[in-house]
Nanobody, 115 residues
Protein backbone atom coordinates (compact mmCIF):
# COMPACT_ATOMS: atom_id res chain seq x y z
CA UNK A 1 0.00 0.00 0.00
CA UNK A 2 1.35 3.38 -1.04
CA UNK A 3 1.43 6.03 1.66
CA UNK A 4 2.36 9.69 1.20
CA UNK A 5 3.21 11.75 4.26
CA UNK A 6 3.61 15.51 3.99
CA UNK A 7 5.44 17.74 6.43
CA UNK A 8 6.66 21.30 6.67
CA UNK A 9 3.45 23.27 6.68
CA UNK A 10 2.60 25.91 9.23
CA UNK A 11 2.13 29.61 9.82
CA UNK A 12 4.44 32.01 8.04
CA UNK A 13 4.46 35.76 7.53
CA UNK A 14 4.01 37.46 4.21
CA UNK A 15 7.28 37.42 2.32
CA UNK A 16 8.53 34.42 4.23
CA UNK A 17 9.56 31.01 3.03
CA UNK A 18 8.83 27.40 3.77
CA UNK A 19 9.79 23.98 2.52
CA UNK A 20 7.31 21.17 2.19
CA UNK A 21 8.38 17.56 2.09
CA UNK A 22 6.50 14.46 1.04
CA UNK A 23 7.84 11.00 1.70
CA UNK A 24 6.29 8.13 -0.21
CA UNK A 25 6.42 4.57 0.98
CA UNK A 26 5.06 1.27 -0.23
CA UNK A 27 6.35 1.45 -3.79
CA UNK A 28 9.26 -0.60 -5.07
CA UNK A 29 9.72 1.70 -8.03
CA UNK A 30 10.16 5.42 -8.47
CA UNK A 31 6.96 7.24 -9.26
CA UNK A 32 6.47 8.48 -12.81
CA UNK A 33 5.35 11.85 -11.56
CA UNK A 34 5.27 13.59 -8.22
CA UNK A 35 3.86 16.94 -7.37
CA UNK A 36 2.06 19.38 -5.18
CA UNK A 37 -1.49 20.65 -5.34
CA UNK A 38 -3.34 23.01 -3.04
CA UNK A 39 -6.89 23.78 -2.05
CA UNK A 40 -8.06 26.96 -0.39
CA UNK A 41 -11.46 27.16 1.34
CA UNK A 42 -14.23 27.40 -1.22
CA UNK A 43 -11.88 26.69 -4.11
CA UNK A 44 -11.11 23.65 -6.18
CA UNK A 45 -7.86 21.80 -5.77
CA UNK A 46 -5.27 23.29 -8.11
CA UNK A 47 -1.86 22.34 -9.36
CA UNK A 48 1.15 24.02 -7.79
CA UNK A 49 4.04 22.11 -9.35
CA UNK A 50 4.88 18.72 -10.77
CA UNK A 51 8.12 16.95 -11.54
CA UNK A 52 8.45 13.85 -13.68
CA UNK A 53 10.94 11.04 -13.45
CA UNK A 54 12.77 12.33 -16.51
CA UNK A 55 13.13 15.77 -14.95
CA UNK A 56 10.34 17.70 -16.66
CA UNK A 57 8.96 20.35 -14.31
CA UNK A 58 5.72 22.28 -14.49
CA UNK A 59 4.67 25.22 -12.33
CA UNK A 60 1.41 27.04 -11.97
CA UNK A 61 1.67 30.61 -13.21
CA UNK A 62 0.78 31.85 -9.73
CA UNK A 63 3.96 30.40 -8.20
CA UNK A 64 6.46 30.72 -11.06
CA UNK A 65 9.60 32.40 -9.84
CA UNK A 66 8.69 31.76 -6.21
CA UNK A 67 8.54 27.97 -6.06
CA UNK A 68 11.07 25.24 -6.64
CA UNK A 69 10.11 21.60 -6.80
CA UNK A 70 12.66 18.82 -6.50
CA UNK A 71 12.68 15.11 -5.85
CA UNK A 72 14.93 12.40 -4.51
CA UNK A 73 14.19 9.29 -6.52
CA UNK A 74 16.20 7.02 -4.25
CA UNK A 75 14.09 8.10 -1.27
CA UNK A 76 10.83 8.59 -3.22
CA UNK A 77 10.57 12.04 -1.70
CA UNK A 78 9.41 15.28 -3.28
CA UNK A 79 10.05 18.77 -1.97
CA UNK A 80 8.52 22.18 -2.56
CA UNK A 81 10.42 25.31 -1.64
CA UNK A 82 8.19 28.37 -1.58
CA UNK A 83 9.58 31.90 -1.23
CA UNK A 84 8.04 35.35 -1.11
CA UNK A 85 4.85 33.89 0.26
CA UNK A 86 1.60 35.78 -0.22
CA UNK A 87 -1.72 35.57 1.66
CA UNK A 88 -3.22 33.92 -1.41
CA UNK A 89 -0.83 31.02 -0.95
CA UNK A 90 -2.83 30.04 2.13
CA UNK A 91 -4.26 26.59 1.51
CA UNK A 92 -4.00 22.92 2.33
CA UNK A 93 -1.14 21.54 0.27
CA UNK A 94 -1.42 17.98 -0.98
CA UNK A 95 1.30 15.73 -2.25
CA UNK A 96 0.54 13.59 -5.30
CA UNK A 97 2.38 10.66 -6.81
CA UNK A 98 1.58 8.79 -9.99
CA UNK A 99 2.72 5.32 -10.96
CA UNK A 100 1.39 3.82 -14.17
CA UNK A 101 -2.38 4.35 -13.97
CA UNK A 102 -2.53 4.90 -10.24
CA UNK A 103 -2.64 8.29 -8.52
CA UNK A 104 -1.96 8.62 -4.82
CA UNK A 105 -2.59 11.52 -2.44
CA UNK A 106 -1.28 12.55 0.92
CA UNK A 107 -3.47 13.77 3.74
CA UNK A 108 -2.50 17.40 3.23
CA UNK A 109 -0.60 19.96 5.24
CA UNK A 110 -1.92 23.42 6.10
CA UNK A 111 0.01 26.47 5.01
CA UNK A 112 -1.18 29.80 6.38
CA UNK A 113 0.40 33.06 5.30
CA UNK A 114 -0.37 35.92 7.66
CA UNK A 115 -0.29 39.56 6.69
Amino acid sequence: QVLLVESGGGLVEVGGSLRLSCAASGSRSSFDGMGWYRQAPGNQRELVATIHLGGTINYADSVKGRATISRDNDENTVYLQMNSLKPEDTAVYYCNAVYLWNSYWGQGTQVTVSS
